[in-house]
């Protein structure tokens, strides 16, 4: 069976002359199924590299996205328990324990809302924009980027009063603001100035325009390149991921993210977002 399997046989007929023939012709394929089954392996083979590299991007994606609550989580229960520990617990203190204890529970609630973000992104949902504050989202951001953090930051808000409701999904543009804002005070750790502007700006007609702005180095030219691509980074243990995600939120949301140019030093990052509708039909 394995001769018979290598080998075709091909037979046909022919007339020359009032007299009839059989031709028969035999070919050797066992070059070409050899041929072919190393073609069918490679593609196996290459086809199992890529799931895993899809795999693999994936898990950074997730173990990325999931330290920003978790880390608040862990931050949140050890000032609980600092000040559950006090040797004389008042009301007061009991009361500031709690509220700890709930923002905790709120960033569990956090983690399980970006894991359900990753699984709609996956199974390619619409994302669930609806109208917010961006005021609101701004400072949320802060606080969650600056939970924990051993920095001495100044924070200098500059938003537009004009620009206050913004169409998205609250929780996913908070994780781009707390990227960037992070990524700009990790940028300042050896700064002697470490100052950090949160700008808001009309944008294109129906957009409005953020800007985290910090006074850290300038981003190398040949990172800025390619920064918005996975796996891409200044940061000496970073996965570079951060602003791939951050890039592939923006848009879904309907905006879109740029480096932008900062005439004094630092790096500044600005996305756009729409606005919602009852601030488009009043510009």
Not at 48 to 67: D, F, K, P, T, Y
Not at 150 to 157: E, G, H, P, S
Not at 251 to 257: A, K, M, P, T
Request: charged letters at 20%.
């Amino acid at each position: 069976m394995a001769a018979l399997s290598r080998w075709r046989l091909c037979l046909g007929e022919a007339v020359e002359q009032q007299k009839r023939f059989i031709v028969c012709f035999v070919r050797d394929l066992t070059r070409r199924l050899g041929t072919a089954q190393r073609l069918e392996q490679l593609q196996a083979e290459l086809l199992h590299v890529s799931r895993l590299n899809s795999v693999g991007q994936m898990a950074a994606a997730i173990a990325h996205e999931l330290n920003q609550p978790l880390s608040a989580i862990s931050n949140y229960v050890n000032v609980a328990r600092r000040t559950l520990g006090s040797k004389k617990i008042t009301s007061a203190l009991a009361t500031k324990a709690g509220d700890i204890l709930d923002r905790a529970a709120n960033q569990t609630l956090r983690a399980g809302k970006i894991l359900r973000n990753i699984r709609d992104y996956v199974e390619k949902r619409e994302v669930e924009r609806r109208p917010e504050q961006l005021e609101k989202i701004i400072t949320e951001s802060l606080a969650l980027a600056f939970v924990g953090a051993d920095t001495n930051v100044k924070v200098i808000l500059q938003l537009d009063p004009r620009l206050t409701c913004v169409m998205v999904d609250r929780i996913q543009i908070e994780q781009v603001l707390v990227n960037l804002i992070r990524n700009s005070g990790e940028a300042m750790a050896l700064s002697s100035v470490r100052e950090l502007f949160l700008t808001t700006t009309p944008g294109a007609l129906g957009f409005v325009d953020i800007t985290v702005q910090d006074t850290g180095p300038s981003m190398p030219d040949k990172i800025s390149a390619c920064l918005f691509q996975p796996f891409v980074t200044t940061k000496p243990a970073g996965m570079g991921i951060g602003l791939a995600i951050c890039r592939s939120i923006v848009e879904d949301n309907g905006g879109r993210i740029w480096l932008s140019q900062n005439n004094s030093g630092g790096t500044a990052f600005c996305f756009s977002l729409p606005v919602a509708e009852p601030l488009a039909a009043a510009a």
